[in-house]
């Protein structure tokens, strides 16, 4: 990285009101200076950090577009370096054109993550923080927003360090009694070392069951329609979609095929799938669209089954609704405009009317509690991603292990062994100790600009 200075288009390509070009890099104020001309003539070099001018972008004695430059200085920008932004109109032509000069005036171009990465080595974010641009970048409602914008702000780090602090301060009494068996620590006595580990371990634990909980927030649930045939399949998605996503009519099999749509419940996105009715049938096309009906109904999160209450519960019903027993699950007793039914199901249920919207909010408020939603508090601290979790369930199984020798008497020194393994992997977390190969994974994964 050092004495490279990189560039990239740092907006979505596309016709837009404008675009952004981001350079970093110890030559990024002289790489800008050659490429841009301020309408006072005054040079970036000459300005303050977080100074912007306007100018043109010229090249080989070409205007390629009007832009504005706005510098930050090192070590106060994003990546900790010398940067300058440079915005234009946002064509896709007229950035790659001003790119391509940016390069020729001396940069390269840069990698998928490099400024974030940059900024991390740097010292400007921890890997956590750096992990949690990415999650606001993709958030998809308000929840996963928060928690994404939390993270980014230190929340993880900071409880990473909280118990990174308790399990050092027990390495330190381990490592006391043993260098002084015959001499009660000042500092702290090595009865006290369970109830060290014990906090620990529920403060790992805890972290666990969030970003369990949390994910629902982050990734979204997959969620299937499913029922016999003419029970208001079509009807309920469109319905939950706000629009006409799937066909209606009176005729049994109209649905033939898998028909997806994304909906947002509350804080949650449902990445929703009408089903067609599953029955037996001699046609060869309505056959195909069972079998996928039954793909998607393993592949699913949660399952709304659907059955009508103007007609007894039938056969092949009772062996759909055996299907899902072991699955998460909702049924919904639709066309109560026209009939009440008193069917039990053993599950959580909703009666509706889909047709004229009668029980939309109550079956809402039933999705976000079956998919424990609802559980989750608002100042939740949530890891980001299972690279995190894969840590912190090291680490818990670490100060587990550390517990369980204490607890059968084996030497206090072997305790040391697993707190010093936990350390290191709650270390891999927030990037104190991380291999090369592990962070240019991580930072693969962010888009080229960011």
Not at 16 to 30: L, V
Not at 94 to 104: F, P, T, W, Y
Request: hydrophobic share 40%.
């Amino acid at each position: 990285m050092a004495g490279k200075t990189v560039a990239a288009i740092s907006t979505p390509m596309g016709v837009g009101g404008i675009g952004t070009i981001r350079i970093s890099g110890e030559k990024a104020i002289e790489i800008a200076d050659k490429v841009f001309c301020s309408a006072s003539g005054e040079k970036l070099e000459n300005i303050k950090g977080y100074t912007a001018r306007y100018g043109r972008i010229v090249w080989n004695e070409k205007t390629i577009d009007d832009a504005v430059a706005l510098v930050f200085r090192a070590p106060h920008s994003y990546t900790g370096e010398n940067v300058v932004e440079i915005t234009a109109h946002g064509g896709n032509f007229v950035l790659k054109r001003i790119l391509r000069a940016v390069l020729e005036a001396g940069a390269i171009p840069a990698e998928a993550g490099e400024f974030t990465k940059r900024a991390f080595l740097n010292g400007k974010m921890d890997l956590a923080e750096a992990e949690a641009v990415m999650d606001i970048i993709s958030a998809g409602g308000d929840r996963a927003l928060k928690a994404a914008r939390s993270t980014a702000d230190g929340a993880v780090s900071r409880e990473i360090a909280s118990i990174k602090a308790d399990l050092v301060f027990a390495a330190a009494t381990v490592t006391a009694f043993t260098d002084f068996p015959d001499e009660e620590p000042t500092f702290s006595g090595i009865d006290k070392l369970p109830e060290m580990l014990s906090s620990s371990k529920e403060k790992l634990e805890k972290l666990i069951r969030n970003y369990d909980s949390g994910k629902v927030f982050k990734e979204g649930v997959r969620a299937a329609i499913i029922g016999s045939t003419n029970v208001g399949k079509s009807t309920l998605m469109n319905l939950l979609s706000r629009a006409d996503r799937s066909i209606v009519t009176s005729i049994a099999g109209t649905t033939r095929d898998v028909i997806e749509e994304t909906v947002q419940i509350g804080d949650v996105k449902l990445l929703l799938s009408d089903t067609a009715g599953m029955r037996e049938t001699g046609d060869e096309v309505e056959k195909i669209g069972v079998e996928r009906s039954k793909k998607a109904m393993e592949n699913a999160d949660l399952i709304i089954f659907v059955a009508d209450a103007s007609r007894p519960f039938t056969n092949d019903e009772k062996e759909i609704f055996d299907s899902i027993k072991d699955k998460t699950a909702i049924a919904v007793i639709n066309k109560t405009d026209i009939a009440d039914s008193d069917l039990e199901l053993g599950i959580k249920t909703v009666k509706m009317s889909a047709k004229q919207g009668v029980g939309l909010e109550n079956l809402e408020t039933a999705i976000l509690e079956t998919v424990g939603a609802m559980e989750l508090s608002a100042d939740a601290v949530l890891l980001s991603n299972e690279r995190q979790r894969n840590c912190v369930f090291e680490a818990l199984r670490e100060v587990t292990s550390a517990i369980d020798t204490l607890s059968s008497g084996y030497t206090v020194d072997a305790v040391g062994t697993c707190i010093d393994s936990a350390l290191t992997h709650l270390m891999e977390l927030t990037g104190e100790s991380v291999t090369s190969e592990v962070a240019d994974e991580i930072f693969r994964k962010f888009c080229v600009g960011k």
